[in-house]
């Protein structure tokens, strides 16, 4: 079957770094995604990788690593405006979005 | 980006009776909606594609003559839950693009819809 893990929660420090990790198990891959979701709003992207290695956007980068169905989201710098859920998704050989769960981010003073 | 306008935001609704959602794709043409549904906690799950033009097509386990699906032009999709239930109460999302789709990129999304029914 097909499965994305992440977290369901995790807390930290306002400046600090924290990664989210997900890992992902999918009928064929065509790349994985990171959206934002702030509670009771729609996700927002924030990151698209389909080929091995880091990508960095500002203060959030994300990185992948197909041979292990790994990913992970880095988020620098953190303001208290990060508190929010992480969603990861990956696309299978449907070009279908699968959906994990989502981390829920709590940010603290 | 791409703009999803969808409403309403929240509704509440006796059980027994239907909700219509609307999704709207303000500066675009949607060959191509899609429905999802959001527990609490729970990820996002794909309830049906919608198809302008033509019949929807629904995700296993989701009852279609429950989950009606209407796509009658390019810039217009709506999703009616009829005879809601208390257990129909969740977040409803609509959303445009992403892999596969005619903007083979990021996915849009609507707003989301807060459904309780009491």
């Known amino acids: 079957g097909q499965n994305i893990d992440q977290p369901t929660e995790m807390t930290a420090t306002e400046g600090a770094i924290v990664q989210i990790n997900c890992t992902y198990q999918?009928?064929?891959?065509?790349?994985l995604f990171w959206y934002q979701q702030h509670a009771g709003e729609a996700p927002t992207f924030l990151s698209y990788?389909?080929l091995d290695g880091l990508e960095e956007k500002g203060r959030f980068s994300s990185f992948l690593s197909r041979s292990k169905g790994y990913s992970y989201l880095l988020l620098k710098e953190l303001q208290m405006k990060d508190s929010a859920s992480y969603l990861c998704a990956g696309v299978d050989s449907n070009y279908q979005l699968i959906w994990g769960a989502g981390t829920k981010l709590i940010i603290k003073p | 980006g791409a703009v999803v306008s969808q409403h309403p935001s929240w509704v509440i609704c006796k059980s027994g009776t239907s909700v219509k959602i609307e999704c709207r794709s303000l500066?675009?043409?949607?060959?191509?909606m899609f429905w999802y549904r959001q527990f609490p906690k729970q990820s996002l799950m794909l309830m049906a594609t919608?198809?302008?033009?033509?019949?929807?097509?629904?995700e296993q386990g989701v009852e279609k003559d429950k989950f009606l699906i209407n796509h009658a032009s390019l810039t217009l999709s709506t999703l009616t839950v009829t005879s809601a239930h208390p257990e129909d109460s969740s977040f409803y999302i609509c959303?445009?693009?992403?892999?596969?789709?005619?903007?083979?990129?990021?996915?849009?999304f609507g707003q989301g819809t807060r459904l309780t029914v009491v």
């Open positions: 500066d675009f043409q949607a060959t191509t």
């Open positions: 919608s198809n302008e033009g033509s019949k929807a097509t629904y």
């Open positions: 990788n389909v």
């Open positions: 959303s445009w693009g992403g892999p596969g789709t005619d903007r083979n990129t990021e996915a849009f």
């Open positions: 999918t009928s064929g891959f065509n790349g």
